[in-house]
């Protein structure tokens, strides 16, 4: 069973960064690869999505601040962070889309708190 390792959560202050990170137990072939956050008493929702083949989806709330990338050789995605802000405040998890027999299915993270505070 796979299964995908986060770090890099913290608290931070308003207009700080972090950079989170995911990787996967074994190496893997995802259909796509992204980042979801859920903030207290709302539902998970999709921060930014990187596909197959490139093409990268990412929320209005966070465009010009957050930048997924990924490392081959370390088998590892990230998400850097910058000019945090209280909104941003929520549990991240990574994900990984993968083709299955019948349907695609999901992987997920643990999940890492990230707290915007001053």
């Known amino acids: 069973q796979v299964y995908l390792v986060e770090s890099g959560g913290g608290l931070v202050q308003p207009g700080g960064s972090l950079n989170l990170s995911c990787t996967p137990s074994e190496r893997v072939t995802p259909i796509s690869k992204g980042w979801y956050r859920q903030a207290p008493g709302k539902p998970r929702e999709m921060v930014v999505i990187?596909?197959?083949?490139?093409?990268?989806d990412i929320a209005a709330a966070v465009k010009g601040r957050f930048t997924i990338s990924r490392d081959n050789t370390k088998n590892t995605m990230y998400l850097q962070m910058n000019n945090l802000e209280p909104e941003d405040t929520a549990v991240y998890y990574c994900?990984?889309?993968?083709?299955?027999?019948?349907?695609?299915?999901?992987?997920w993270g643990q999940g890492t708190q990230v707290t915007v505070s001053s």
């Open positions: 990187i596909s197959s083949n490139g093409k990268t």
């Open positions: 994900n990984y889309r993968m083709l299955g027999p019948a349907r695609p299915f999901d992987l």
